[in-house]
């Protein structure tokens, strides 16, 4: 039922049920060449035709970059100072 299939680009066998079919080109694919930028497809053209918005996703804008770096930043110190307390309430205990 669950038959391996080999990734037409780097040859990596999969299984049947993680394979991907590229829409443009009908070859079968690993996961991580299923799309056609990363296998190289002969018809790369047509699926950028019909992606315009792909491409600008990879260029992320850099504020939003910043503004996630200070979530993360004010994630981790409320984490620190959760074991800080965590830290102080053992010690009381023990
Ligand atoms: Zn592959
Ligand atoms: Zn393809």
């Known amino acids: 039922m669950d038959q391996m299939v080999d ?8 299984s049947g049920g993680s394979a991907f079919t590229c829409t443009y080109c009908k070859g079968t694919f690993c996961p991580a060449h ?8 002969p018809n790369i053209a047509e699926w950028r ?3 315009p918005g792909k491409q600008k996703v990879l260029s992320r804008k850099p504020e939003s970059r910043i503004m996630a770096d200070q979530k993360s930043l004010i994630a981790g110190g409320v984490l620190m100072l959760f074991l800080i307390i965590l830290f102080v309430w053992i010690f009381r205990i023990v």
């Open 34 to 41: 299923r799309l056609p930028f990363n296998h190289a497809c």
């Open 7 to 14: 990734c037409e680009f780097c040859g990596t066998s999969v």
């Open 49 to 51: 035709n019909a992606n």
